[in-house]
């Protein structure tokens, strides 16, 4: 029995884990194909694109002015996504004429790196910090958006002393479902074991966004270990109690999350951001960006847009 514990473990952790299964990674695209194949093709304003750096340390980043600009918005997807996947999102943005900046983090999407994988949390802060330097974005006329480590790795800045006009957390990342279980597995696994595969579990009830990550040409099918091992690090260095930021915060969180362990975020959350308003919504899964019953999230998302005004 002792042999088989590891792997036991092992396929219990990978439960938790969100994921897609997936066709051969595409690693180069036309921008027009990328961009149609996405869903984001029609959002209107002038499109600017590239990558920042070369090879392994390269991001992919993108961005869409419109013609008449509210605001400036920075959109930070989640682990085993891309930037291109929340078109939901980015169409709302759109539409109440705000400025799309976003990239794919390391690891991820078209960025270079290791696939799905860190070796310390400082790869995602200075991600961020690299595609503000390339848009030349001041912080205080930013709001970020940031869906799942998308949401950590702004909690992670803002709780550094950066400034921020304002952010929306959506399903935020920092400590995942069974956090101590997997923690007490990494301790156990294999030498030999380097990664996972992910878990096909749906994170959202739209059928056509689950269908639509499941084919990803862009989607990841393992996650190496040596990222939650990562995250688990960052998360210790965390404020034990209240570190009060004022930047003002909106978190919506779906009640069917089972990826991350959301009451227990959204309460240090609000020891910290103490003018944070967090709205939960019963119905709605980890994919709460592009869940199909997502208007009341929206609406509530648009009146805190336009409170920071």
């Keep these: 029995m002792k042999r088989k514990r590891p792997l036991i473990l092992c396929l219990l952790f990978s439960l938790f884990m969100a994921g897609c299964t ?102 995602y802060r200075e991600s961020l910090s690299r595609v503000m330097a390339y848009w030349h974005l001041e912080p205080e006329e930013i709001v970020f958006i940031g869906h799942s480590t998308g949401g950590a790795v702004v909690l992670d800045r803002l709780l550094s002393g950066q400034k921020a006009k304002g952010a929306v957390l959506a399903a935020p990342l920092i400590r995942f479902n069974h956090f101590k279980r997997a923690a007490f597995l990494l301790n156990h696994l294999p030498e030999k074991v380097g990664s996972l595969k992910t878990s096909k579990r749906p994170t959202t009830s739209d059928r056509e966004f689950t269908e639509k990550k499941r084919r990803d040409p862009l989607g990841i099918e393992r996650m190496p270990v040596n990222w939650p091992r990562a995250l688990i690090v960052w998360e210790k260095a965390l404020p034990d109690g209240p570190a009060p930021v004022e930047t003002p915060l909106l978190v919506v969180q779906g009640g069917k999350d089972r990826v991350v362990a959301y009451e227990d975020n959204t309460a240090r959350i609000s020891l910290w951001f103490p003018r944070a308003v967090i709205k939960y919504y019963p119905g709605l899964k980890h994919h709460i960006l592009n869940e199909a019953d997502s208007d009341e999230l929206y609406g509530d998302m648009e009146r805190f847009l336009e409170s920071l005004e």
Excluded: C
Excluded at 38 to 44: I, S, T
Excluded at 51 to 77: A, C, K, N, R, Y
Excluded at 88 to 97: A, S, W
């Design 22 to 123: 997936t066709v051969e990674r595409r690693t180069s695209w036309e921008p027009d194909d990328y961009f149609s194949y996405y869903g984001v093709e029609h959002l209107a304003g002038e499109r600017s694109y590239g990558f920042i750096g070369e090879g392994e340390d390269s991001l992919w980043t993108w961005s869409v002015t419109p013609p008449e600009v509210e605001g400036t918005v920075l959109f930070l997807h989640g682990y085993l996504d891309h930037s291109a996947l929340s078109s939901r999102l980015l169409t709302f943005l759109n539409r109440e004429k705000y400025r799309i900046v976003t990239y794919d983090l390391p690891g991820h999407g078209l960025s270079g790196g290791q696939r799905a994988g860190m070796d310390n949390f400082d790869e």
